[in-house]
Nanobody
Framework: QVQLVESGGGLVQPGGSLRLSCVAS????????MGWYRQAPGKQRELVAS???????NYADSVKGRFTISRDTAKNTVYLQMSSLKPWDTAVYLC?????????????WGQGTQVTVSS
């Protein structure tokens, strides 16, 4: 199994910045796509950003121009740089990875890290 651990969440003022990190560990054969999701209270979990194994990023319209996803394949780590944060960005942010080990494949989730944007 592949385990994911997020870090970097916290409290930040509107307009501020925060950088999230997600490290994958365990028996890793290969990781294809990695991404960040978020879930606010009472709302559906939504995809924020993802990045392919080739480094191609994809963003939700609501965060384009403000968030940047990057991946360090050698370190099995994905980052989410968040700038110009708004109160509605407040949510639990979760890391996801699609992986394959031999003939086995699956998807893993991190425990989530809380991001709170408030004055």
């Amino acid at each position: 199994q592949v385990q994911l651990v997020e870090s970097g969440g916290g409290l930040v003022q509107p307009g501020g910045s925060l950088r999230l990190s997600c490290v994958a560990s365990g028996r890793i054969g290969s990781i294809n796509a990695m991404g960040w999701y978020r879930q606010a209270p009472g709302k559906q979990r939504e995809l924020v950003a993802s990045v392919t194994s080739g480094g191609t990023p994809n963003y939700a319209d609501s965060v384009k121009g403000r968030f940047t996803i990057s991946r360090d394949t050698a370190k099995n780590t994905v980052y989410l740089q968040m700038s110009s944060l708004k109160p509605w960005d407040t949510a639990v942010y979760l890391c996801n990875a699609e992986w394959r080990v031999g003939l086995h494949y699956g998807s893993s989730w991190g425990q989530g890290t809380q991001v709170t944007v408030s004055s």
